[in-house]
């Protein structure tokens, strides 16, 4: 079994909000993968006296714990699981109901020798090789799917001067209506405090014999295809054996730095917190 890991802040002076992690039993049957990216949330008040970093460390750990240890839940139910287990050791001290308590995206796999199941909730994404080659991509698209007012509103901000007053007032007014639909019915949902959200994720199963390959992706690394255009899913994938995760993030920075130079902006950070996770079966 090959595995390899590489996750990056997107600036050295804060701390990385992702998480990566490859669970493998001492007995050798099976295995599962956990990538998390935490939201790095607005300044200002978000209830919690923790910052993101504890809560992935907290929720990853927990998910890679469950995955391994209870083979009789569904990822779903595990992932559920480890919500609530992340929100008990923090209830008595932060409001839980804040919309910008600690939260993150999630991509989990778990495998055994006959079948291997995955989930994804949010903007990250899980590739499976099949071996024959064929490159799947499990993605949970309803963050591209959300109203057309909020489009508009992340439209106005980019077309505004940075440091002006009028991009601040639409920055402010975006980040309103994005999060008025985070783990809403018409909007998208994250691993925050509400273990129920974990029955919206995207989960599925496939026989053992049909997987080579997984490959977990924040969206900090699916810049090279969502952002940066260095081609398909596919070709993504093919990079990524040949150089490993650490050359797909080795990649993405210079790609993003040349953005940089060239005064093109790269969705809303010049940089993210960038992770992938290698894992051949």
């Known amino acids: 079994m090959r595995v390899e890991l590489c996750t990056e802040p997107g600036n050295p002076a804060r701390p990385n909000e992702d998480f990566a992690s490859v669970a493998l039993p001492a007995s050798g049957q099976g295995g599962a993968l956990v990538v998390l990216d935490g939201v ?6 978000d209830g919690c006296v923790h910052d993101v970093p504890w809560f992935v460390a907290r929720l990853g750990g927990a998910l890679c714990e469950l995955s391994v240890s209870r083979r009789d839940m569904t990822l779903a139910e595990i992932l559920s699981a480890a919500i609530g287990r992340t929100a008990d050791a923090h209830r008595t001290t932060c409001d839980l109901s804040h919309s910008r308590t600690p939260q993150a995206t999630v991509v989990l ?3 055994d020798a006959e079948t291997v199941e995955h989930l994804v909730l949010s903007d990250s994404a899980l590739l499976v090789e099949s071996p024959d080659g064929e490159v799947d991509v499990v993605l949970d698209r309803r963050l591209d799917t959300l109203p ?37 019915e018409d909007g998208f949902f994250t691993a925050a405090a509400d273990p129920s959200a ?22 900090g690394a699916t810049r090279w295809v969502e952002k940066l255009g260095e081609g398909d899913w596919t070709e993504c994938f093919a990079y990524l054996r040949k150089a490993g995760p650490q050359g797909l993030v080795d990649r993405v920075r210079v790609l993003e ?4 130079a060239a005064g093109v902006r790269v969705g809303g950070k010049a940089h993210d917190d960038a992770t992938a996770v290698w894992v051949e079966l």
């Open 257 to 260: 730095r040349e953005r940089v």
């Open 198 to 219: 974990a029955f919206r994720a995207i989960t599925g199963s496939r026989a053992r014999a049909d997987v080579r390959t997984l490959a977990g992706l924040t969206d």
């Open 40 to 45: 790095t949330p607005p300044e200002g008040d």
């Open 148 to 184: 057309e007012r909020v489009t508009r509103a992340r439209s106005l901000v980019r077309s505004l001067p940075e440091g002006t007053p009028e991009r601040a007032a639409a920055v402010q007014a975006y980040v309103a209506e994005v999060e008025s639909l985070r783990n809403a």
């Open 109 to 111: 796999a778990r495998w």
